[in-house]
């Protein structure tokens, strides 16, 4: 079956950085495009970023643009969010995320907490 484990979150002061990981297994990884949503307190998830099955496209919501990148290594099922210039407007829960037709899977989520 599918699962996604997402690993990295935790406190940072406002400027600081953190990579999430999403290890991925349970479907042939190389052949899905990967996203990450965040749920902040009380508001419906976000999309944040994605990245196309072989890296080579990605794309970011207009809140992360610059500051976060994100990548993939296919070889360890593995996708990367580098978080880079932190605000407290970046607290959320952070998930990752593949389309399967006819269904979404996720993770159970990466508490990311930026405050001083």
């Known amino acids: 079956q599918v699962q996604l484990v997402e690993s990295g979150g935790g406190l940072v002061q406002p400027g600081g950085s953190l990579r999430l990981s999403c290890a991925a297994s349970?479907?042939?990884?190389?052949?899905?495009?990967m996203r990450w949503y965040r749920r902040a307190p009380g508001k419906e998830s976000d999309f944040v970023s994605s990245?196309?099955?072989?890296?080579?496209?990605?794309n970011y919501a207009e809140s992360v643009k610059v500051r976060f990148t994100i990548s993939r290594d296919n070889a360890k099922k593995t996708v990367y969010v580098q978080m880079n210039s932190l605000s407290p407007e970046d607290t959320a829960v952070y998930y990752c995320?593949?389309?399967?037709?006819?269904?979404?899977?996720w993770g159970q989520g990466t508490q990311v907490t930026v405050s001083s």
């Open positions: 349970g479907f042939t990884f190389r052949d899905f495009a």
């Open positions: 995320n593949i389309y399967w037709p006819p269904r979404d899977y």
């Open positions: 990245i196309s099955s072989d890296g080579g496209s990605t």
